[in-house]
């Protein structure tokens, strides 16, 4: 799995590049994570990306150009690129797996005002927002997919059952976890986690997930 951010940000992803999960898929060759820097396909000795938008209004767009320029040298045959945008499909569990199957993802990161129009017409393969609201740039979302993705792909977990068993993988929230102490401050652990039987602990775990749905995401359970 290669994974590029194209932002005008790359300092952020590379502090998180290095750290916990996505470090040690790096680590072990699973993953090819890159934030490249769209100045460098910048004409001007300003380096600019952005101009004020057609029409008149607030805030500064996104020129084309340089990302145009950008994505031509960047792009394989194998590759999708994804624009984050507030106007994209919301991110989801299903969408990180849909996209853990592809080997070749570049993320494109908006800021400022936006992104010129033609860009999401003409040079990408998706849009994507992972909620209803706004940030100052597209580097954050574009991390959220990173570490969503790459946890999905074979090896990089120590425990293969993890992103099996997490919230969302049986479209449900996940159930409760505990470990030791059994009890703190009189709080418990439920008994049936400690007795050892299997069966029970299976049972208890699915009851408590479809609870917690039921009292907090209850719409995941509509049809």
Same mark, same amino acid.
């Given at each position: 799995m290669? *994974?590029?951010i194209l932002t005008i940000f790359p300092d952020v992803c590379k502090s998180v590049f290095s750290e916990s999960i =996505?470090?040690?898929a790096q680590e072990k060759n699973l993953a090819s994570l890159e934030a490249v820097d769209l100045r460098k396909w910048t004409k001007d000795r300003h380096r600019t990306v952005d101009d004020a938008p057609y029409g008149g209004g607030p805030g500064m767009v996104m020129k084309i150009e340089p990302i145009d320029l950008a994505l031509s040298e960047m792009r394989s045959p194998a590759s999708k690129v994804i624009l984050l945008s507030p106007q994209g499909r919301q991110f989801s569990d299903s969408t990180a797996r849909e996209l853990a199957r592809e080997t070749d993802l570049i993320l494109l990161c908006g800021h400022y005002e936006g992104i010129d129009q033609r860009v999401a017409d003409h040079l990408v393969d998706d $849009? *994507?927002?992972i909620g209803d609201y706004v940030l100052t740039s597209g580097v954050l979302p574009a991390l959220v997919l990173t570490d +969503? *993705?790459?946890r999905l792909i074979p090896g990089v =977990?120590?425990? $293969? $059952?993890s992103a099996q068993q997490d %919230?969302? %993988?049986a479209g449900i929230l996940d159930h409760p976890h505990y470990t030791r102490p059994s009890e703190y401050k009189g709080w418990k652990a439920p008994d049936v986690l400690l007795g050892g039987n299997h069966a +029970? *602990? +299976?049972n208890w775990r699915r009851e408590a997930a479809l609870d917690a749905t039921k009292k907090r995401r209850p719409d995941l359970l509509r049809p």
């Amino acid at each position: 799995m290669k *994974i590029q951010i194209l932002t005008i940000f790359p300092d952020v992803c590379k502090s998180v590049f290095s750290e916990s999960i =996505l470090m040690r898929a790096q680590e072990k060759n699973l993953a090819s994570l890159e934030a490249v820097d769209l100045r460098k396909w910048t004409k001007d000795r300003h380096r600019t990306v952005d101009d004020a938008p057609y029409g008149g209004g607030p805030g500064m767009v996104m020129k084309i150009e340089p990302i145009d320029l950008a994505l031509s040298e960047m792009r394989s045959p194998a590759s999708k690129v994804i624009l984050l945008s507030p106007q994209g499909r919301q991110f989801s569990d299903s969408t990180a797996r849909e996209l853990a199957r592809e080997t070749d993802l570049i993320l494109l990161c908006g800021h400022y005002e936006g992104i010129d129009q033609r860009v999401a017409d003409h040079l990408v393969d998706d $849009e *994507i927002s992972i909620g209803d609201y706004v940030l100052t740039s597209g580097v954050l979302p574009a991390l959220v997919l990173t570490d +969503a *993705i790459v946890r999905l792909i074979p090896g990089v =977990l120590g425990d $293969e $059952e993890s992103a099996q068993q997490d %919230s969302f %993988s049986a479209g449900i929230l996940d159930h409760p976890h505990y470990t030791r102490p059994s009890e703190y401050k009189g709080w418990k652990a439920p008994d049936v986690l400690l007795g050892g039987n299997h069966a +029970a *602990i +299976a049972n208890w775990r699915r009851e408590a997930a479809l609870d917690a749905t039921k009292k907090r995401r209850p719409d995941l359970l509509r049809p």
